[in-house]
């Protein structure tokens, strides 16, 4: 069973550090283009980062750029998110997303947000 779990959210001060993991199990391994979403209350879902791990290519939100740095770990089969510089308006629920695609599939899929496989999410919280 192919399966998503998100962990390493939390309560941060701005300025803050956290990082976000996503255990990858099941099939999901092999997956290719894997991302971060997030969803503040009552917003819309908004892409932060992804990875098409065929080339290393990545991809980031214009908010994120220079503070948050995406990363698979291939070895502990993890999708990670490095999230420095913190500010409340990151404050979210925090999804990572996976699927096996082309490169340029991936590319579109970052761009619309489809994704054939989600996670639960984990929350961000961060205070000013």
């Known amino acids: 069973q192919e399966q998503l779990v998100e962990s390493g959210g939390g309560s941060v001060q701005a300025g803050g550090s956290l990082t976000l993991s996503c255990a990858v199990s099941?099939?999901?391994?092999?997956?290719?283009?894997l991302g971060w979403f997030r969803q503040g209350s009552g917003k819309e879902r908004e892409g932060v980062a992804a990875?098409?791990?065929?080339?290393?290519?990545?991809y980031y939100a214009d908010s994120v750029k220079g503070r948050f740095t995406i990363s698979r770990d291939n070895r502990k089969r993890t999708l990670d998110l490095q999230m420095n510089g913190l500010r409340p308006d990151d404050t979210a629920m925090y999804y990572c997303a996976a699927d096996y695609v082309s490169a340029k599939e991936c590319e579109m899929r970052w761009a619309v947000h489809e994704y054939n496989y989600w996670g639960q999410g984990t929350q961000v919280t961060v205070s000013s």
């Open positions: 990875i098409y791990t065929g080339g290393g290519i990545t």
């Open positions: 099941g099939y999901t391994y092999r997956h290719n283009c």
